[in-house]
């Protein structure tokens, strides 16, 4: 059975930072592209980084030069280190993964809430 587990969320003030793990399981990880996702209340769910198999990492327009998308294969973990956040970073964030064989899987998702 494949689990993603996010943790990390929390609260912050304009300006902090905030790591987002996902630790995943049930899948070969390492084979996997991983991404991070997140959705404002009343909006679409957006793609904010990805990160591929071989390590090249990608972001939405909005986070570049904030955000850093990483994964350790040993930990079958990927991470989301958020810095300078701002309160339209305010959404729920979920990790997903894409098997070679194009599944996706879905975490619960983590709540990141930035206070102005």
């Known amino acids: 059975q494949v689990q993603l587990v996010e943790s990390g969320g929390g609260l912050v003030q304009a300006g902090g930072s905030l790591r987002l793990s996902c630790a995943a399981s049930g899948i070969i990880f390492s084979n996997c592209a991983m991404r991070w996702f997140r959705q404002a209340p009343g909006k679409e769910r957006e793609l904010v980084a990805d990160?591929?198999?071989?390590?090249?990492?990608n972001y939405t327009n909005s986070v570049k030069g904030r955000f850093t998308i990483s994964r350790d294969n040993a930990k079958n973990t990927v991470y989301l280190q958020m810095n300078s956040l701002k309160p339209e970073d305010t959404a729920v964030y979920y990790c997903?993964?894409?098997?070679?064989?194009?599944?996706?899987?879905w975490g619960q998702g983590t709540q990141v809430t930035v206070s102005s």
């Open positions: 997903n993964a894409v098997t070679r064989s194009n599944n996706n899987f």
């Open positions: 990160i591929t198999s071989g390590g090249t990492t």
